[in-house]
């Protein structure tokens, strides 16, 4: 058998993007505080970039070009005040500049003390975790160090909403430990706040908190150990049959249920709260309606005494292309900040000239919408405007939304008018908030009655968008008192 080597050539396209697009797009797809944060960072890193500050108007023109963005002049009378000011920060501009090496004399380094440096940051403080919280109420008990130990894998076992996620006897083995020892510790940790952690399974976390209550009704324990599937399925003539009282003790043992938590932990665990803000406002302008910024827009320029430093025949080579490096970065950070603004600026102006009737009349009236649509509108593509909106949001006369809220697809109504599935999403959720609790709607007698009022939507349609709206089915929403 022989062996042989061979070479061949191959051609293939491949498309790449380049730094600029790749900045472009990060910074398209950033939502505004997001985005304020990263130019923090970046007005941190390049020191010819700064930030104008608010109420500031720029110059007419170019705001990329050579000298512009600057500052508004000085008044007549302090024109010589600003010469003499120019002069000393071109004298003095080694000191403002981290060049590379940080071999520049005169205290330019920003060369923090490390102990304050290290007191700010173990200064900082998050909200604490369940499992934190937990792990203090164990080092206030009184354990000795092996039960500590066991404790600490136990807490460390319980989920964000409070139950014990992993078996003792696995707890056991990784501590090894008794599983007595380990049930001990854990019927410990059960009584530790908040009432019902450390519980295996709901009708385990609910048992701890009516004991934790001091509850003595045995009808309570009952409907806890043999009745929960059907008080989930809201089966409740059957659980009182079962339990032989009539429906309204029954009502009034769930009231006492209701009043419980079935997910402890969450009562104690971060919120993990996002905070969104406009990117745009649309504001009525007469008849119309138009599209203006937020205020929270960051504006940033390239001071002019950095293009006077490139001037001054004293600078080394090693410094010129320094800020040159440094005013290229700050030139492309701007271009691609501005063509955020514009695009997201674009479709807001687009939602604002098709959704009129919705910032009239209400969501009723709220016009399909697509992607697609807007995309051929704008001249860019899908993927464009999908990037631009993507967890953004806008002030509107009607409410805060976000921007996916204009997007949605339609139904033609029986007069020929385009209808937004969302619309319809709230038509079927004003049947629902309509009906006899008693007899709750079926997602047929939905279908039908709008198609009564000419909107012709399946069973299967209402079912999904009643799903989408977490609208329990039928049988769920049936009421027994």
């Known amino acids: ?15 790449t993007l380049s730094a600029r697009q790749l900045q472009s797009l990060e910074l398209l797809h950033a939502p505004i505080l997001e985005l304020q944060e990263r ?63 940080g071999g520049h004399e005169g205290g330019g380094g920003g060369s923090a003390d490390p102990a304050d440096r290290d007191f700010f940051f173990d200064s900082l403080a998050g909200e604490p975790t369940l499992q934190e919280l937990l792990l203090d109420e164990l080092r206030l008990s009184n354990v000795d160090d092996r039960q500590r130990r066991i404790g600490e894998l136990v807490i460390g076992s319980i989920d964000d909403s409070g139950y014990l996620r992993t078996h003792p006897a696995d707890i056991a083995m990784a501590a090894d430990a008794s599983l007595e020892e ?42 806890i150990d043999r009745h929960l599937d059907d008080i989930g399925n809201n089966r409740l003539p059957q659980v009182a049959r079962a339990m032989k009282i009539s429906l309204p003790e029954l009502d009034r043992l769930l ?27 649309i504001v009525r302008d007469g008849d119309a309606y138009t599209v203006k910024p937020s205020g929270r827009q960051v504006r940033l320029r390239i001071p002019e005494r950095y293009w006077k430093m490139l001037e001054d025949p004293s600078l080394s080579a090693a410094d ?35 959704q009129r009737d919705f910032f009239d009349k209400g969501v009723a ?6 992607m697609r649509h807007v995309a051929e509108k704008l001249d860019l593509h899908e993927t464009t405007v999908s990037r631009a909106i993507a967890g953004k949001y806008l002030q509107t006369p009607r409410g805060f939304f976000e921007f996916r809220y204009f997007f949605s697809s339609g139904f033609q109504a029986a007069d020929g008018t385009a209808v937004s599935s969302r619309s319809v999403q709230e038509a079927i959720r004003h049947l629902i908030d309509g009906e006899d609790a008693r007899k709750p709607l079926s997602d047929e007698k939905l279908s039908r ?15 999904k968008y009643r799903e989408e709206m977490h609208i329990p089915p039928t049988h769920l929403r049936r009421s027994h008192r």
């Open 1 to 15: 058998m022989e062996h042989s080597f061979s070479q061949s050539q191959t051609l293939r396209q491949e498309q």
């Open 39 to 101: 130019l923090s960072q970046e007005l941190a890193a390049n020191p010819v970039l700064e930030e104008v500050p608010s109420g500031t108007e720029l110059q007419v023109g170019d705001p990329l070009s050579a000298g512009s963005g600057e500052a508004e002049p000085p008044d007549a009378g302090d024109e010589a005040l600003a010469s003499e000011q120019l002069v000393r920060e071109a004298e003095n501009w080694h000191d403002e500049l981290p060049f590379p090496g």
């Open 182 to 223: 380990v049930e001990q510790v854990v019927r410990l940790i059960q009584t530790f706040d908040p009432p019902g952690v450390g519980a295996f399974t709901p009708g385990e976390c609910l048992r701890l908190q009516l004991e934790r209550r001091g509850e003595k009704d045995p009808r309570l324990f009952e409907l």
């Open 255 to 281: 009231e006492k249920l209701r009043s419980l938590h079935p997910y402890p932990g969450t009562a104690l665990a971060p919120s993990g709260a996002v905070f969104v803000a406009p990117e745009v406002e």
């Open 320 to 354: 010129r292309a320094y800020i040159r490096d440094k005013i290229a970065a700050a030139r492309e950070l701007m271009r691609a900040l501005e063509m955020r603004e514009t695009t997201i600026r674009r479709i807001a102006a687009v939602i604002a000239d098709e």
């Open 365 to 370: 009236f709220l016009r399909p919408m697509t």
């Open 449 to 463: 009655l709008l198609r009564q009022e000419g909107l012709d939507v399946a069973r299967r349609t209402v079912a």
